[in-house]
């Protein structure tokens, strides 16, 4: 057996002094135990102990605007563990004309045997028929729980078919995520700064205002009411769509994430990323297109987002917090809309630093126990994977992270192992790092710095 002792272990009822033993993948005891000769021991003396950290919402190896994110499964987990992070749900997307059982076995084969971390997929649905309404139980039953639809790009569905998918969703208990932004209205304003000669990257918060993320978490929140079905509502970045939830949840009398996991019925799930809660949109006139390295889709926003955004953490009324990693170089990917703001590759890297920066972020004002449900027991609810994941009890799988709230050190692209070339918290000095990081009881991680292990498997939800 493996044995964690000394730490102050993060459980569902608190913080507790005990030792924890793993073994065969599994936790397989949490209390005062004495090692025996054969077992390993790892002091955690000055450290928390938190089950393993889990990304809902990841972008490795993903064709997108005419180019592949920089990130596959092999370096985008091991930048993952590296961080802290044990687990990934990333996007098995169906293009148009492509089917879902098709898309899953797709993205399937892009993790098998590279993932370092632990792997499930959301589907993304951009092409909804009857043919993806029949396959929808199949996906049930290959684990897929979770569902994703877009309003705005070339993905986009239109409201009756949203409104389609989730009642079909509903049905064998899925949760369907959504992209909200009104890809109409971008659209225009897109064409209005261009035409007007505006193309550099200021333009890019200017053509994606509020108003349209807000209106379509509106949209989003009606559609989910209709059909009586749960919806999450995923990096929401701006006070006008926490005014839209805050509306929403008011007049249907539901709030997010019960002390049971996902109810029957209408419920709303919000989740936030660290960089809307720490960079505004000034980023975007930095000089010599730096401000590139900020385009992510919904874009930074105002300081006033940023305090309400921080707020809403604080009130519970933020449930996931999660990274959209969606990596670009900046040499090479980035500079393809030099010319044209639009043509720049949308996505920002994230999946290293997400717990550290977040802690940062927040320091001392959250809890180590608020910190384990927003990073790991919350997403592990709302994706269908607790008590599996996300809690540090028995019989529970072996992701278990020893995290050392003091040591400090500087985020660089320097030291990071995602597979880019930047990252957006160049020079920031956080104080705590994933001390030990353990993959189903496997070492997968170590000060930072990941060992040989792949230990990563399909999680079935």
Request: charged share 25%; with cysteine; glycine share 10%.
């Amino acid at each position: 057996m493996t044995i964690i002792t000394n730490g102050r272990l993060i459980t569902p009822e608190g913080e507790v002094r005990a030792s924890l033993a793993m073994k065969d993948g599994k936790i397989v005891r949490i209390g005062e135990m004495t090692p025996s000769p054969d077992d390993e021991v790892i002091d955690a003396a000055g450290c928390l102990v938190y089950p393993g950290f889990i990304d809902g919402h990841t972008h490795l190896d993903l064709p997108v605007a005419g180019t592949v994110t920089a990130d596959d499964f092999a370096s985008g987990t091991t930048a993952a563990v590296a961080g802290g992070t044990t687990t990934v749900v990333d996007f098995a997307t169906q293009y148009k004309g492509d089917d879902v059982l098709n898309a899953l076995k797709t993205w399937k084969e892009k993790a098998e045997g590279k993932a370092r971390a632990n792997y499930a997929f959301h589907m993304a649905i951009c092409d909804w028929n009857e043919q993806v309404r029949r396959d929808l139980p199949a996906l049930r039953e290959e684990g897929v729980t979770s569902f994703k639809v877009y309003m705005a790009y070339d993905t986009a569905l239109t409201d009756e078919q949203i409104l389609d998918v989730l009642t079909e969703v509903k049905k064998f208990g899925g949760v369907t995520g959504c992209h909200c932004e009104n890809g109409g209205l971008v659209t225009a304003l897109q064409k209005q700064y261009l035409a007007a000669g505006h193309t550099d990257t200021s333009a890019h918060p200017l053509s994606r205002p509020a108003e349209v993320e807000a209106e379509a978490v509106n949209r989003f929140c009606y559609l989910g009411r209709l059909a009586d079905a749960p919806i999450n509502i995923v990096h929401l970045s701006t006070e006008l769509g926490l005014h839209e939830v805050r509306r929403a949840r008011e007049a249907a009398g539901c709030g997010g994430l019960s002390a049971h996991g996902i109810s029957g019925g209408f419920r709303i799930y919000v989740e936030s990323c660290p960089q809307y809660m720490l960079f505004d949109d000034s980023v975007y006139a930095l000089p010599d297109f730096e401000g590139a390295k900020y385009v992510c889709s919904p874009p930074l926003r105002k300081p006033s987002d940023i305090a309400a955004l921080k707020g809403a953490v604080m009130s519970g009324e933020i449930d996931t917090i999660a990274t959209d990693h969606c990596s670009f170089r900046f040499d090479t990917q980035k500079q393809a809309g030099r010319e044209d703001f639009t043509k720049i590759p949308n996505g920002a890297p994230g999946i290293e630093h997400r717990p550290a920066v977040f802690m940062k972020i927040f320091g001392d004002a959250l809890t180590p126990s608020d910190y384990m449900r927003l990073l790991s027991e919350n997403p592990a609810k709302v994706f269908g994977m607790f008590p599996r994941k996300g809690a540090l009890i028995e019989e529970a799988d072996a992701d278990v992270v020893v995290w050392d709230p003091e040591d400090a050190w500087t985020i660089s692209a320097a030291n990071q192992h995602q597979r880019v070339d930047y990252t957006p918290f160049e020079g920031m000095t956080v104080s705590g790092r994933a001390k030990y990081v353990f993959v189903n009881g496997i070492l997968a991680a170590k000060d930072g710095e990941p060992t040989a292990a792949v230990a990563g498997q399909y999680i079935r939800r």
